[in-house]
């Protein structure tokens, strides 16, 4: 079974530093794929950034990036130049392969990030 | 830059009656989802949605509840008899079939259920 675990309920960071956002996962799949969402006070789902089980790049989005480290299992999520807006709870999720095709996240429980001024 | 859209944002009902949740999927999407999230804990998956069939269901998908995609661009959620512990945020989401967007769920605004 796949499993995420995020070990920060809770991170602060001010504004315009960076913030680095731990995510560890297992999985016994050799083909997977790890994604961070945020999630703000209003509640939506947004996505963020998607990393491959074979990408060889870690991948970037503007602010974001992902410190994919597969030896050790990790997908930290880097913010750099952290914004008031950033305020937010952030999950890291897993993909696997659903039967028949299409995607199943298993999410980890969150790290709520508050960005000071 | 296309959407999910979800209704009702918000819904109130009482213990035993049904609720349908409605989901506009982005159009060329193919796979479709429901997750839910319980007031401050994580994100659950319930269901998978392909070709007019579910394609993976999860132990909290019981007989209680059922999808459907109705016409081609609706994909409803329905608990027959809700119960108190069905209140949460319901979430669904659409992905594309192919391609590197395959990979990626993209999800609605959610629909807040709360059951007295």
């Known amino acids: 079974a796949q499993k995420i675990t995020q070990t920060q309920p809770g991170m602060f960071v001010q504004e315009k530093e960076a913030v680095t956002l731990d995510c560890t996962y297992d999985?016994?799949?050799?083909?997977?794929?790890l994604f961070w969402y945020k999630q703000p006070s209003s509640g939506e789902m947004i996505f963020l950034i998607y990393?491959?089980?074979?990408?060889?790049q870690n991948a970037t989005e503007g602010r974001y990036s992902l410190n994919f480290q597969k030896a050790r299992k990790s997908a930290n999520l880097v913010i750099s130049a952290s914004q008031l807006g950033d305020s937010a709870m952030y999950f890291c999720?897993?993909?696997?392969?659903?039967?028949?095709?299409?995607?199943?996240?298993?999410f980890g429980t969150g790290t709520q990030l508050k960005v000071e001024l | 830059e296309p959407e999910v859209t979800q209704t009702p944002s918000h819904q109130v009902t009482q213990m035993g009656q049904e609720v349908i949740l409605r989901c506009v999927p982005i159009s060329n999407h193919l796979y479709f989802y429901w997750y839910r999230q319980i007031l401050g804990q994580k994100v659950e998956f319930l269901v998978s949605?392909?070709?007019?069939?579910?394609?993976?269901k999860s132990e909290i998908f019981d007989d209680q509840f059922s999808v459907e995609r109705p016409d081609g661009s609706n994909f409803t959620l329905k608990i027959r008899s809700t119960k108190l512990e069905d209140s949460a945020m319901y979430f669904c989401a659409s992905s594309e079939a192919r391609g590197s967007g395959a990979n990626v769920l993209t999800f609605g605004a959610g629909s807040r259920l709360t059951v007295l």
């Open positions: 990393q491959g089980s074979y990408d060889q």
């Open positions: 999985t016994s799949d050799p083909s997977y794929g």
């Open positions: 949605f392909y070709n007019n069939e579910i394609s993976e």
């Open positions: 999720a897993m993909r696997e392969r659903v039967t028949g095709g299409g995607n199943k996240l298993t």
